[in-house]
């Protein structure tokens, strides 16, 4: 969804490339043989209709130019899709750029996607998607925030009753709170961590080939499931299991939670 101040230029580069065209069309053909046709009776319209050409000639240009820009926009969305590797490239992403790939991969799944290119990374509804006469709103949680709460499901929840939508989706490459996907399960609302936003990457793209998470563990941050920080990969120095890798909270002594290391070497 547009923001409240979007001028309707801003509104045609947000839509599809083919509104824009088909409006401009329309346009044209409206201004030089319709209008030119009508003998109008008001003074006003009378004097104003042998300019309506030269208007809707103006008019269409802007439009055609704004379905250009629309056009180039869809091209690198698609690009940007089939470049991802791994979960590293997706976190990689900034936060406009991780909506818009979320996006991309509902339009491919059939989905009617309205963006909100809102001013930043915590607006509120990101995506409002339709399919099937059903409306379902997506919030996307920008790579950084490793452990999403469940503050930002209560949220979507809240959006969700007041604008009568039947679904509500929130992504992260990360991962979620236990409190969260325990609300979620109650409030017909769908998480999606970072490994089943990996999987539905993989199934849309072109080439559906893509690296699992376990592969590229080493090279990702871990979110503490105790309080939330940054998990640091730490190695055992003494007891039964000396010289082995394991997750240590970085807020360690405060927080002591730790986590078995399953990758290689």
């Given at each position: ?14 839509l599809s490339w083919r509104v824009s065209v ?244």
């Amino acid at each position: 969804m547009a923001k409240r101040n979007d001028s309707l230029i801003d509104v045609f580069c947000i839509l599809s490339w083919r509104v824009s065209v088909i409006t401009a069309f329309i346009v044209f053909a409206v201004s030089h043989y319709l209008i030119p046709a009508i003998q109008f009776e008001n003074f006003y319209l009378k004097a104003m209709a042998p300019s309506s050409p030269i208007l809707g000639k103006m008019v269409s240009m802007v439009l055609l130019g704004c379905a250009a820009l629309s056009a180039v926009n869809s091209m690198k969305k698609t690009k940007r899709l089939d470049s991802q590797k791994d979960i590293v490239s997706i976190r990689a992403l900034g936060w406009k750029e991780f909506e818009e790939l979320v996006g991309e991969a509902y339009r491919r799944q059939g989905y009617s996607v309205v963006e909100n290119h809102g001013a930043g990374p915590d607006g509120g509804v990101d995506l409002v998607l339709n399919k099937d006469g059903m409306t379902t709103l997506v919030q996307c949680k920008h790579w950084k925030i490793l452990k999403v709460g469940v503050k930002v499901i209560r949220e979507l929840f809240g959006v969700m009753a007041s604008q009568g939508a039947q679904k509500g989706i929130v992504i992260s490459s990360g991962e979620f709170t236990k409190d969260a996907i325990d609300f979620a399960n109650s409030n017909s609302v769908e998480l999606i961590n970072g490994t089943k936003l990996l999987a539905m990457i993989g199934e849309v793209k072109k080439e559906h080939r893509i690296e699992k998470p376990s592969s590229v563990l080493e090279n990702v941050k871990k979110g503490c499931p105790a309080c939330g920080a940054e998990m640091v990969l730490r190695i055992a120095k003494k007891g039964q299991h000396a010289g082995s890798k394991f997750w240590g909270c970085s807020n360690f002594p405060t927080c002591k939670k730790t986590e078995k290391y399953v990758g290689n070497g």
